[in-house]
């Protein structure tokens, strides 16, 4: 029901910055923590940052210092600033909301593409 759709992706120099967005098509309660996630070629997908309903922020040590995470619950929308972006940063950046019952369903983006030149 509830689908969510990144944007904000693409190719950008070492050092530059990008703003990726989360828009969520259907109602996400802001009981869900939201995060990004992301993936890089033959390897996990790992947290980078989430924020939950009480903006409470969780950084990965990779990005700490370098990203923003935000969260726009009347808009429904999640926001990842970036920041010194590093080549180590290029993978596919995914969008969760993660529900914190398994009575509630939770949701993943198809991503976005962050690449980063070197």
């Known amino acids: 029901q509830v689908q969510l759709v990144e944007s904000g992706g693409g190719l950008v120099q070492p050092g530059g910055s990008l703003r990726l967005s989360c828009a969520a098509s259907?109602?996400?309660?802001?009981?869900?923590?939201l995060g990004w996630y992301r993936q890089a070629p033959g390897e996990q997908r790992e947290l980078v940052a989430s924020?939950?309903?009480?903006?409470?922020?969780k950084y990965s040590d990779s990005v700490k210092g370098r990203f923003t995470v935000s969260r726009d619950n009347a808009e429904n929308t999640l926001y990842l600033q970036m920041n010194s972006l590093k080549p180590e940063d290029t993978a596919v950046y995914y969008c969760?909301?993660?529900?914190?019952?398994?009575?509630?369903?939770?949701?993943w983006g198809q991503g976005t593409q962050v690449t980063v030149s070197s």
């Open positions: 969760n909301a993660a529900s914190p019952t398994t009575l509630l369903p939770s949701y």
């Open positions: 259907g109602t996400v309660f802001d009981i869900y923590t």
């Open positions: 924020v939950n309903g009480d903006q409470i922020v």
